[in-house]
């Protein structure tokens, strides 16, 4: 095969919809979720014990906020596979972008709208974004997503 062919048979893949049927970011992303079931009361009670009930509080909303932020990273990424490949490296970059936007303006509304403990939500969602991004990178590294075709 030519440079040229090669070139051209690179550039055709990276126009095409991917060909893997199950939407495996979004599979992640609910993983990450039911994750958030019990890191999520973790990160909720050291709040309570060091804030109080407005922490406890304030830290629930920090977690769903970032829960909600997994949601719509993975059903992103899958939808922008099933265009094409540039499609998908674009919402990655600028999705993310995006994203951390949305957390950051959710956080300001929350806290316009009702009176809340903005360091505690801040420091709970930085934390909840930390750990459930962690806790999926090893479940990946150690192999605990064989159901999904491209970890085989």
């Known amino acids: 095969m030519t440079p ?4 051209l048979t690179i550039d ?28 999520g009361p973790i990160i909720v009670g050291v709040a ?3 804030r109080g009930f407005d922490g406890a509080w304030a830290a629930a909303v920090g977690v769903a906020i970032v ?11 899958s939808r922008a596979a099933g265009v094409s490949l540039k499609v998908y490296h ?22 316009s709208l009702v009176e809340i403990d903005r360091p505690a939500m801040g420091v709970a969602a930085v934390v ?9 990178a090893w479940a990946l590294m150690n192999g605990e997503r064989k159901e999904l075709e491209w970890s085989r």
């Open 4 to 7: 040229e062919e090669d070139q």
């Open 12 to 39: 055709q893949a990276y126009n095409q919809p991917s060909v893997i049927a199950t939407p495996i970011e979004a599979v992640i992303a609910r993983k990450m979720v039911l994750r958030a079931w019990w890191v």
């Open 48 to 50: 309570w014990a060091i």
């Open 67 to 77: 829960a909600v932020n997994f949601l719509v990273a993975g059903e992103l990424l």
């Open 90 to 111: 674009a919402a990655a970059l600028l999705g993310f972008f995006v994203r951390l936007g949305f957390i950051t303006l959710s956080m300001f509304i929350v806290a």
């Open 128 to 136: 909840a974004y930390m750990v459930l991004l962690s806790l999926e």
